[in-house]
């Protein structure tokens, strides 16, 4: 089945470190999106990507790197700059062309700073 | 700039009962209009889409109308069930923007009760 994963379900960081998450998809889409969700807040746009080897920062993308070396992996990094980072992580996809923008998501990645 | 704007929740209704969640917004353009769910620690689904004025989503029992001249796209369930119980985002997408990311509502919460 064509999807999209992300991993870990959970995760956890101390102050002062880096974390990577990982979103992977298998839906041949070109473009990949990260999105923060905080309690009782929609989603806001933190990275996204229409073609490998090229990304665009979003609304909220200090603290926060990614890389796109393939097609299927767009692994997000929130580093130690990032002053607020617990929240809810989500990684999106869309197939390019089309009328509708609709995007499907992965499961998310819930990150704790400790 | 672009946005959505979603009744604040949450909203408790009783099994069988008729639903209405609504979503306005602002655009700078001709946006496609989405309502997404969200079922607690997951990620989003996309519940049904429109793309022109007049159009009609509707999947699972719900339908939402793209209004144009009320700028509008509520979300409407003849009759709620309990396992609809869930977060639903309003969110728009525009065609004539390179990133075409999701702007999203701020979610309203849905209680259903047996």
């Known amino acids: 089945d064509g999807g999209i994963t992300q991993s870990p379900k959970y995760l956890f960081r101390k102050e002062g470190q880096n974390v990577t998450l990982s979103c992977e998809q298998n839906?041949?889409?070109?473009?990949m999106y990260w999105y923060r969700q905080d309690p009782g807040q929609g989603l806001r746009l933190i990275y996204y990507s229409q073609i490998v080897n090229d990304f665009q920062k979003g609304d909220i993308a200090e603290g926060y790197s990614v890389s796109r070396e393939k097609k299927e992996s767009f692994p997000l990094t929130v580093t130690s700059a990032q002053k607020n980072p617990t929240a809810f992580y989500l990684c999106?996809?869309?197939?390019?062309?089309?009328?509708?923008?609709?995007?499907?998501f992965g499961p998310g990645t819930r990150l704790t700073v400790l | 700039g672009n946005s959505v704007t979603q009744m604040e929740g949450p909203v408790t209704l009783s099994e069988e009962a008729f639903l209405t969640i609504n979503c306005t917004y602002t655009?700078?353009?001709?946006?496609?209009l989405f309502w997404y769910v969200q079922y607690p620690g997951e990620g989003l689904q996309l519940l049904l889409k429109a793309t022109k004025a007049d159009d009609k989503g509707s999947n699972k029992g719900f339908e939402a109308t793209y209004r144009k001249e009320t700028t509008s796209f509520h979300l409407e369930k003849g009759s709620v069930q309990v396992s609809d119980s869930a977060v639903y985002f309003c969110a728009l997408s525009l065609l004539d923007t390179g990133r075409r990311a999701l702007t999203f509502g701020s979610g309203t919460r849905l209680q259903v009760q047996p």
């Open positions: 655009a700078t353009g001709y946006p496609s």
């Open positions: 839906l041949n889409h070109d473009a």
């Open positions: 999106a996809s869309r197939r390019q062309g089309g009328s509708y923008n609709e995007q499907f």
